[in-house]
């Protein structure tokens, strides 16, 4: 089982940003990708942006493409994404996981969480 713990959410004004941090056991963060997902109250969990193992290549989705960058810390076993220009909308329980499916662009391939960190966007 994924060894996962986020840390780094927050209130933020409309605008603003917050970085989140996941940090991962060294097994966990060898996988093929790692990624954060996101869930807000009644919706389904839904993917937010992926890193390949090498770093060499990332997903976003759609809504956050501009705003959010994702990028990791070999050295530290860790996982960041940078979200700036944040928005109402992006208010959710936003969990990092990992994942040796090779389609890690959705979120169908992420079957492991930390506990989640909350992110609240206030407009």
């Known amino acids: 089982q994924a060894q996962l713990v986020e840390s780094g959410g927050g209130l933020v004004q409309a605008g603003g940003s917050l970085r989140l941090s996941c940090a991962a056991s060294e097994r966990t963060f060898r996988s093929v990708a790692m990624g954060w997902l996101r869930q807000a109250p009644g919706k389904e969990r839904e993917f937010v942006a992926s890193?390949?193992?090498?770093?060499?290549?990332?997903f976003y989705a759609d809504s956050v493409k501009g705003r959010f960058t994702i990028s990791r810390d070999s050295a530290k076993n860790t996982v960041y994404l940078q979200m700036n220009s944040l928005k109402p909308e992006d208010t959710a329980v936003y969990y990092c996981?990992?994942?040796?499916?090779?389609?890690?662009?959705?979120?169908?391939?992420?079957?492991?969480w930390g506990q989640g960190t909350q992110v609240t966007v206030s407009s």
């Open positions: 890193i390949a193992r090498s770093g060499g290549r990332t």
């Open positions: 996981s990992a994942t040796n499916d090779w389609a890690y662009n959705e979120a169908r391939a992420f079957g492991s």
